[in-house]
């Protein structure tokens, strides 16, 4: 389960500065929320994006994604919404 600074916490703070785990479990967030962002939250998405690849991507080990906000599946569906 992420336990890092919320968008929140970031705000004011450069992409730049953000650390991976950071970038990587925001970009998810982002990711399920496009369709219902407002052109400030796909700018920032895009941002993110921008600076996982300057940083060479997201890297994977022989879990296969181990490091993705996903692969704890029990943290994943608390927060799961249902409409």
Request: aromatic residues 10%.
């Amino acid at each position: 389960m992420y336990m890092g600074r919320t968008l929140d916490e970031l705000t004011g703070v450069p992409i730049s500065e953000w650390d991976m785990e950071e970038l990587s479990y925001h970009h998810f967030s982002m990711s399920q929320m496009s369709p219902l962002m407002n052109a400030q939250g796909i700018s920032l998405h895009n941002q993110v994006i921008k600076e996982i690849e300057r940083r060479g991507g997201l890297q994977s080990d022989n879990n296969a994604g181990a490091n993705h906000p996903a692969y704890d599946r029990d943290s994943f569906d608390e927060h799961r919404f249902t409409f």
